[in-house]
C-alpha cells in the first residue's frame, strides 16, 4: 500500500502543471486565431485592390487599342487611292 502511494504522489504536480500548461497552449491557440482572422482580413482587401487595379488597367489598355485602331483608320483615310 505505502509503495502505491508513493507512486501516485507526483500525480497532483503532474495534472496542476497539465492544466498550466493546457491554459497556456489555449491561450495562445486564440492568439494565433486573432493573427490568421486579422491576415486573412488584409489578404481580401488587397485583392480587392489588386483585382480594381487591374480592371482599370484594362480599360486603359482597351481604350487605347480603340484610340489606336481609329487613329489607323483616318491615316488610310487620309492616303491616296491607287
Do not use: G
Not at 488584409?42 to 481609329?70: E, Q
Amino acid at each position: 500500500m505505502q509503495s502505491r502511494l508513493r507512486e501516485l504522489e507526483p500525480l497532483p504536480e503532474l495534472l496542476r502543471s497539465s492544466e498550466l500548461r493546457h491554459q497556456q497552449m489555449t491561450e495562445e491557440l486564440s492568439q494565433f486565431k486573432q493573427f490568421h482572422d486579422r491576415d486573412m482580413r488584409l489578404i481580401d482587401d488587397l485583392t480587392a485592390k489588386v483585382i480594381i487595379v487591374l480592371i482599370v488597367y484594362y480599360r486603359l489598355i482597351s481604350h487605347l487599342c480603340v484610340i489606336r485602331i481609329f487613329k489607323t483608320l483616318r491615316l488610310r483615310d487620309r492616303w491616296p487611292k491607287r
